[in-house]
């Protein structure tokens, strides 16, 4: 039911989600410690402590209060609990926000100022001087990155919390860690020791639906293979050979091979030049370039995350049924 609100509906415009309470106390938090650091000096073994302190307050208490607030109503009427836990949930699912995103820019493209000004909206880089095609490949390393750690790692742990019943509240606590790793997670100044231990975990917590996205991109590739030059995707075995060759070189041990499964299994190339505020960052090229990025080529990897979330809600489904039964 989760699955079909998101689809339905979404995330509405102006209504209070989750992840803004999450990113206030992030804030509020991060902000304190860093005046602290600055006016006593704090070494970095402080600060990395501090970030240990930030990641547990946050993940345990959004999974924490989540599961005992449900606990609460379940004890007044499941049909408290029920609608409040569906909302819940259907937050944590990003598919419908992923796609309005990609179709925001899209929609625009024509006009490249607007374009830029959407898309900025969106990603961290730099978007004033993209041009058409760069604007092009920063939406598809958008929806390809994202399709993990918004839809189909969120997907992962609401059907592990199935299992024993706090479907919702794990997957607020992965949302949680997702939340941190985007707000503090840097390698630079001034998170770079405060925002440690929040990139780290998340890195762990991804690093298995990742894997498992990856091999259900690489079964959906049969799709976009030409029949007659097989220059357009990658069978499954070629896009998990090339996921072997160009992903590892990426910082990231899961966005590099996130994005990569769908560069392989369209036929295009990801990765490259980026600005950041103004300093200039080259990412290992991923994938091969057999043929340019078009919005048919996004639309295509909104298809395969689509198929993916489908495919993996019905087989864990399954597999939640099974686990409660022989339970």
Same mark, same amino acid.
């Given at each position: 039911?989760?699955?079909?609100?998101?689809?339905?509906?979404?995330?509405?415009?102006?209504?209070?989600?989750?992840?803004?309470?999450?990113?206030?106390?992030?804030?509020?938090?991060?902000?304190?410690?860093?005046?602290?650091?600055?006016?006593?000096?704090?070494?970095?073994?402080?600060?990395?402590?501090?970030?240990?302190?930030?990641?547990?307050?946050?993940?345990?208490?959004?999974?924490?209060?989540?599961?005992?607030?449900?606990?609460?109503?379940?004890?007044?009427?499941?049909?408290?609990?029920?609608?409040?836990?569906?909302?819940?949930?259907?937050?944590?699912?990003?598919?419908?926000?992923?796609?309005?995103?990609?179709?925001?820019?899209?929609?625009?493209?024509?006009?490249?100022?607007?374009?830029?000004?959407?898309?900025?909206?969106?990603?961290?880089?730099?978007?004033?001087?993209?041009?058409?095609?760069?604007?092009?490949?920063?939406?598809?390393?958008?929806?390809?990155?994202?399709?993990? *750690?918004?839809?189909?790692? =969120?997907?992962?742990? /609401?059907?592990?919390?199935? !299992?024993?019943? +706090? #479907? @919702?509240?794990?997957?607020?606590?992965?949302?949680?860690?997702?939340?941190?790793?985007?707000?503090?997670?840097?390698?630079?100044?001034?998170?770079?020791?405060?925002?440690?231990?929040?990139?780290?975990?998340?890195?762990?917590?991804?690093?298995?639906?990742?894997?498992?996205?990856?091999?259900?991109?690489?079964?959906?590739?049969?799709?976009?293979?030409?029949?007659?030059?097989?220059?357009?995707?990658?069978?499954?075995?070629?896009?998990?050979?090339?996921?072997?060759? *160009?992903?590892?070189?990426? =910082?990231?041990?899961? /966005?590099?091979?996130?994005? !990569?499964?769908? +560069? #392989? @299994?369209?036929?295009?190339?990801?990765?490259?030049?980026?600005?950041?505020?103004?300093?200039?960052?080259?990412?290992?090229?991923?994938?091969?370039?057999?043929?340019?990025?078009?919005?048919?080529?996004?639309?295509?990897?909104?298809?395969?995350?689509?198929?993916?979330?489908?495919?993996?809600?019905?087989?864990?489904?399954?597999?939640?049924?099974?686990?409660?039964?022989?339970?």
């Amino acid at each position: 039911m989760a699955a079909g609100v998101d689809f339905v509906v979404g995330d509405p415009w102006g209504w209070y989600h989750p992840v803004q309470a999450m990113g206030a106390v992030i804030t509020a938090y991060s902000q304190r410690v860093l005046a602290w650091e600055k006016r006593w000096q704090l070494p970095p073994a402080v600060m990395k402590l501090a970030g240990v302190g930030l990641g547990c307050l946050l993940v345990l208490g959004s999974g924490g209060l989540s599961w005992l607030g449900l606990q609460g109503l379940g004890l007044i009427s499941p049909w408290l609990r029920y609608p409040v836990e569906l909302v819940l949930l259907a937050s944590c699912f990003a598919g419908r926000s992923l796609r309005r995103a990609a179709e925001d820019v899209l929609a625009v493209l024509h006009d490249l100022p607007v374009a830029r000004d959407r898309l900025a909206m969106y990603v961290g880089r730099d978007t004033q001087q993209l041009s058409r095609v760069d604007i092009q490949r920063a939406v598809l390393e958008t929806v390809s990155e994202n399709a993990i *750690d918004g839809v189909l790692a =969120p997907l992962f742990y /609401a059907l592990v919390g199935a !299992c024993f019943g +706090a #479907a @919702a509240p794990l997957t607020l606590a992965y949302k949680a860690a997702s939340t941190l790793d985007s707000m503090v997670g840097y390698r630079t100044a001034p998170y770079r020791d405060l925002g440690w231990f929040s990139a780290q975990f998340e890195d762990v917590l991804t690093w298995l639906p990742c894997r498992l996205s990856v091999l259900m991109v690489a079964v959906l590739s049969v799709r976009f293979v030409d029949s007659k030059t097989e220059q357009l995707g990658g069978s499954p075995c070629q896009v998990l050979r090339l996921c072997w060759r *160009d992903a590892r070189s990426d =910082p990231s041990p899961n /966005a590099g091979w996130s994005e !990569c499964a769908y +560069a #392989a @299994a369209l036929g295009v190339q990801l990765g490259g030049a980026n600005t950041y505020r103004g300093q200039l960052k080259v990412k290992p090229l991923l994938g091969d370039d057999s043929r340019p990025i078009t919005p048919k080529v996004i639309d295509e990897a909104l298809w395969i995350t689509r198929w993916s979330f489908l495919i993996g809600l019905g087989l864990g489904m399954w597999s939640v049924v099974t686990f409660a039964t022989i339970w």
